[in-house]
């Protein structure tokens, strides 16, 4: 089986108030879906409050990141799933409760993890 990122940019997702609560509550209910269906591995949003750093092989850090991820923020779901095409169904159930598309990437196999 193979892993999938599925993801969204924080903007994408602009909702307030009840709509914001509703759109929680709704990926909740997806993430437990995920759960019970037995492909969920991870996901959490990104704290955007806590500045990205970077690390040396030497243990330097240095505040800051790659320019090309210099926008890495939102919300992510990583699922362990048969397919690519049942990854883009959960992302459309994700989409859903979301209220915003969602991107999907595949993790390439790896045998030690």
């Known amino acids: 089986m193979t892993k999938y ?4 940019p924080s903007a994408a997702m602009a909702l ?17 879906e995920a759960k019970d269906a037995g492909v ?7 704290d955007e409050s806590v500045p990205p750093v970077m ?3 030497d243990g330097t850090v240095t505040e ?12 992510y779901s990583i699922l362990e799933l048969p397919s690519h095409e049942a990854a883009l169904e959960w992302a459309a159930k994700m989409a859903v409760a979301c209220r915003c598309a969602q991107e999907v990437r595949a ?3 790896d045998p030690a993890s």
């Open 64 to 75: 800051g990141t790659y320019p090309q991820t210099r926008r890495l923020e939102g919300g």
């Open 16 to 32: 307030s108030g009840e709509d914001l609560q509703a759109a929680a509550d709704a990926a909740h209910a997806v993430v437990q």
């Open 55 to 57: 690390v040396a092989g």
């Open 5 to 8: 990122l599925i993801s969204f």
């Open 40 to 46: 969920w591995v991870f996901g959490g949003g990104i």
């Open 107 to 109: 993790f390439q196999y």
